[in-house]
């Protein structure tokens, strides 16, 4: 059984930075897809960023590149997102998500996909 447990998410005034973690366990991840998505107060979910768990390939959503970073400890079995220059507007619970690869599927095509696994999400909080 596939468990993502998020941590690091706070408060921090805007322009500085947090570093989320998600705990992954249940299986081996070798063939699947991690990623962050967030969903700010009264919007729907949004896509931040994913990347492949095999490669390291990432696709990150427009509105966070050159900010946010995703990177993956395959030895602890734990994906982080390190988010710098933060935004009040970057204000939202975010879920760390992970996926079975779909064979000749890009990166891309997940920022559409409704992921197999969430955890529960952890709060972030940008003050101006």
């Known amino acids: 059984q596939v468990q993502l447990v998020e941590s690091g998410g706070g408060l921090v005034q805007a322009g500085g930075s947090l570093r989320l973690s998600c705990a992954a366990s249940?299986?081996?991840?070798?063939?699947?897809?991690m990623g962050w998505f967030r969903q700010a107060p009264g919007k729907e979910r949004e896509f931040v960023v994913v990347i492949r768990w095999s490669t390291g390939g990432i696709y990150h959503a427009d509105s966070v590149k050159g900010r946010f970073t995703i990177s993956r400890d395959t030895a602890k079995n734990t994906v982080y997102l390190q988010m710098n220059s933060l935004k009040p507007d970057d204000t939202a619970v975010y879920y760390c998500?992970?996926?079975?690869?779909?064979?000749?599927?890009?990166?891309?095509?997940?920022?559409?996909?409704?992921?197999?696994?969430w955890g529960k999400g952890t709060l972030v909080t940008v003050s101006s």
């Open positions: 998500a992970a996926a079975p690869t779909r064979s000749g599927s890009p990166l891309s095509f997940y920022k559409d996909y409704a992921m197999d696994y």
């Open positions: 249940g299986r081996s991840f070798s063939n699947y897809v």
